[in-house]
């Protein structure tokens, strides 16, 4: 149970479709470590975004 709710959150097509040829990234061929770098670049994205409480939806 635990191995199928693992791979249903493994993200699949981003490591299926990784620039094999390009010189800005590295190529990963380890899931466990790509999932671990797009864990990392997903949190560092998420902290870039910018949020305003007061234009929030909820708070209308």
């Not at 190529?27 to 797009?38: I, R, W």
């Amino acid at each position: 149970m635990n191995f199928q709710f693992n791979l249903l959150k493994f993200p699949l097509w981003q490591y299926l479709t990784q620039p094999i040829f390009d010189a800005n990234t590295k190529l990963v061929l380890n899931p466990q470590q790509f999932e671990a770098q797009h864990r990392i670049l997903l949190l560092e994205r998420c902290w870039c975004k910018e949020y305003d409480s007061k234009d929030s939806f909820f708070n209308k």
